[in-house]
């Protein structure tokens, strides 16, 4: 079965510091991940998806087929980083539903 | 322009009754979906609407949850005799185009709904 699995409901760490939000995935066949976030009060938003190869406001995240694994890094934290992180999994074949993770709420302190 | 919209905002009910959620996609989607996002439980699928192709409804929880898309755009989310744990915030996005690309997914603020 499809499944995407975050083990952290909580990651906290002090400005400054690296971050790794976890995730990893179950799915047969081509996968497509993305990261989505959602700040206090805001709505969920797409940070960033494996295809495209991108650093969004310095997080990167590489797919890693190996290991089912597409873990969310940024080297430095930033308080502003503080947030609720879900990871998600798009089937293939045409379709656009997402499979999403329980999440992983950032706490980055001062 | 302006982005997903649902109401209500907030909804209280009482256990046993009825409730609809509304939600107004981006204007040129044609995908709409909707999630629930309980605590603890992250992001879970309900509902997927792409053009005037049957709906994918196979996270519905029970069949008392239906959902209708009218005239490809507005998208309404019946709950039949809530109960308490159908208390949770139901999210609605949309995407241009679900089948083809587009695949960012716009989503609304959300309804908090307390079932009591």
């Known amino acids: 079965a499809q499944r995407v699995t975050q083990p952290e409901k909580l990651l906290s760490v002090f400005k400054g510091a690296p971050v790794e939000l976890k995730c990893n995935y179950s799915y047969s066949g081509s996968p497509e991940l993305f990261w989505y976030v959602q700040y206090s009060r805001q709505r969920l938003q797409l940070l960033l998806r494996h295809i495209s190869r991108e650093s969004i406001k310095g997080f990167t995240a590489d797919l890693n087929k190996g290991e089912t694994s597409f873990h969310l890094k940024k080297p430095f934290a930033q308080e502003e980083d503080s947030a609720m992180y879900y990871c998600a999994l798009r089937f293939s074949g045409g379709y656009n539903k997402l499979i999403f993770g329980a999440g992983t709420r950032l706490a980055v302190h001062p | ?116």
């Open chain 2, 1 to 116: 322009g302006a982005g997903v919209s649902q109401s209500p905002s907030n909804k209280v009910t009482e256990k046993g009754k009825d409730v609809e959620l509304r939600c107004d996609p981006i204007s040129g989607h044609t995908a709409l979906y909707w999630y629930r996002q309980s605590l603890g439980q992250g992001l879970e699928f309900l509902i997927y609407f792409q053009g005037n192709s049957a709906p994918d409804k196979s996270g519905l929880p029970s069949d008392r949850f239906s959902a209708e898309r009218t005239g490809g755009s507005v998208s309404t989310l019946t709950i039949q005799r809530t109960q308490q744990e159908d208390s949770a915030v139901y999210l609605c996005a949309s995407s241009i185009n679900g089948a083809s690309g587009g695949y960012e997914q716009y989503f609304g603020p959300g309804t908090r709904l307390t079932v009591t």
